[in-house]
């Protein structure tokens, strides 16, 4: 009797065609070189920042390009934040603590409406459902103005909470949280009512511990967005104690004197977080672009 055995039979088969090599290797470039230098290009710009950063004005602006300096600037940093005119770190300090109050607060309150939208039931709340959507058909340059007289005469000129209570709603994000809570199984909430949960129980304790990916990912661009802002801080925080990094960087490049040094040195320690940001959440970013529906 024949004895057949794995390697019998594969000395028996005939050797699998396999694809040559030479088109696997040009698909794989075809693929992998248009990826790179498009890579390449995107990390350019934060290779001008580092680069610049550790230069002095003179390197900056001469004629001759050398892609680093011979002797790099690490002095720069301690000038950046010694200069008493640009106040750097009470920049970074604003800008964080604007960026964190703004995310969790539009988290919170833009959470709660979509609820109340999507589950309790009341008289007139698809009107104010259509009404906080038309809200987003006003460009933000026409609302500008009108909020700025009403923050101002609250007294809320160089305060913390001029620029932060504003963007605490997010009409934008309770759109998309009372579409969320619409496709919510109502099995569960049925099964919280059963154990006397109220509405806020629901929310508090069915709703938003499985409301983590959409809120984290809402959070994230809500805090690139707040930590980005220039024009609302700009005319809100007149006085150097409420400027936030974006306006102490406009410090450095004004009509009179160009510190390009510092700018970017400033730069780079602005980016900083966002770098730190984007690297631990970048999945939740995708999410956030891909649920907002935003193309860049």
């Known amino acids: 009797m024949a004895i057949h055995t794995p390697a019998a039979r594969h000395v028996a088969d005939p050797a699998t065609p396999r694809s040559p090599l030479a088109p696997r290797l040009l698909r794989a470039l075809v693929i992998y070189l248009p990826l790179t230098l498009l890579a390449l290009l995107f990390l350019f710009p934060f290779y001008l920042i580092v680069r610049n950063a550790l230069s002095t004005n003179r390197q900056i ?8 300096p011979a002797s790099p600037q690490w002095g720069n940093l301690g000038v950046l934040f010694g200069d008493l005119a640009a106040p750097m770190a009470t920049g970074l300090q604003n800008s964080a603590l604007i960026a964190i109050i703004t995310l969790v607060g539009s988290m919170f309150f833009s959470s709660m409406a979509g609820y109340a939208l999507a589950r309790i039931p009341a008289r007139g709340s698809r009107i104010v459902f259509a009404l906080i959507l038309s809200t987003l058909m006003i460009p933000a340059a026409v609302t500008f103005v009108p909020t700025f007289v009403v923050v101002a005469a609250l007294g809320g000129v160089n305060t913390l909470w001029g620029l932060i209570v504003p963007g605490l709603f997010n009409a934008f994000a309770t759109f998309l949280f009372r579409q969320f809570y619409l496709n919510f199984p109502r099995e569960i909430e ?30 994230v661009l809500s805090f690139i967005g707040s930590w980005n802002a220039f024009l609302w801080p700009l005319v809100i925080g007149q006085s150097p104690s409420s400027w936030t990094v974006q306006i102490v960087l406009s410090t450095f490049l004004t009509a009179q004197t160009i510190n390009l040094s510092e700018l970017f040195m400033g730069a780079a320690v602005a980016i900083l977080p966002l770098v730190v940001v984007f690297l631990l959440m970048q999945r939740y970013i995708v999410e956030g672009v891909a649920l907002s529906g935003v193309k860049g």
């Open 190 to 219: 049925e099964a919280g009512q059963l154990d006397g949960l109220g509405h806020w129980g629901i929310y508090r304790y069915l709703l938003l511990p499985n409301s983590r990916g959409i809120m984290v990912a809402l959070g």
């Open 61 to 68: 602006t001469a004629f001759t390009w050398t892609w680093f």
